[in-house]
């Protein structure tokens, strides 16, 4: 049984550029989370989908946006980057919204320069 | 809002016993989750403490004070595989079901 896979794992752009990350989730999960991660810092939550909605939403400007499909994988798009955008971005599945037990993937590794 | 303390480094020696503190401040508190993340990986979960008291996990055990917002997790028998970061996490019920909100996490160290 796969766990939460994520594509691709490392990713280099510039400034300005688009960029588009995935994430397949654990078999019987139906809800992705997706985060920010920081060297040297802990997880900053970004948005959750379920249901193919966006259920919550940390303090991330709207340059953050996100799309989940009917088999619960999901997309998060970063548009206009950032240098400050270059961190570790983890996706997250669950079985429901509230569950406390995450599954995270290894991440996508983000170099903006 | 929500806010999450737990020291930013603990050194120990391999066979010993380590204790990771955490205090939190939340608006909405239903209970307090630990993760590990060793170097390049993912988090996974190590355990979940809803009510007061010790909960344990072979060589894990995780504590929870709800009068004092206090929680820690043990680590007994220490293995250099320990070597991570332990990361405290609450749940922010600001929306309907609210997300995982990370501290800034505890790197450990486990030395021969």
């Known amino acids: 049984d796969a766990g939460v896979t994520q594509s691709p794992t490392h990713l280099i752009k510039t400034r300005g550029q688009q960029v588009t990350l995935r994430c397949s989730p654990k078999?019987?999960?139906?809800?992705v989370s997706w985060y920010q991660q920081a060297l040297g810092q802990g997880p900053q939550f970004i948005f959750q989908?379920?249901?193919?909605?966006?259920?919550q939403r940390g303090n991330f400007p709207d340059r953050f946006s996100g799309h989940q499909f009917p088999n619960y994988s999901s997309e998060l798009n970063v548009n206009a980057l950032l240098l400050g955008d270059s961190a570790l971005y983890l996706c997250?599945?669950?079985f429901g919204q509230g569950s406390e037990k995450l599954f995270f993937g290894s991440g996508t590794q983000l170099s903006v320069l | 809002g929500q806010s999450l303390e737990q020291p930013s480094e603990v050194t120990a020696v391999e066979g010993a016993i380590v204790q990771i503190n955490c205090t939190y401040q939340t608006s909405g508190f239903y209970g307090l989750s630990w993760y590990q993340q060793h170097d390049g990986g993912a988090p996974t979960f190590l355990s979940y403490n809803a009510l007061d008291g010790l909960e344990e996990t072979g060589r894990f055990s995780s504590f929870l004070s709800r009068s004092d917002s206090y929680g820690y997790l043990l680590l007994q028998e220490l293995q250099m595989k320990d070597s991570a970061s332990y990361f405290c996490a609450v749940r922010d019920y600001g929306g309907s079901q609210g997300n995982l909100i990370f501290g800034k996490g505890t790197k450990l160290s486990v030395k021969p």
């Open positions: 997250a599945s669950s």
């Open positions: 989908y379920y249901e193919e909605e966006e259920r």
């Open positions: 078999s019987g999960h139906d809800t």
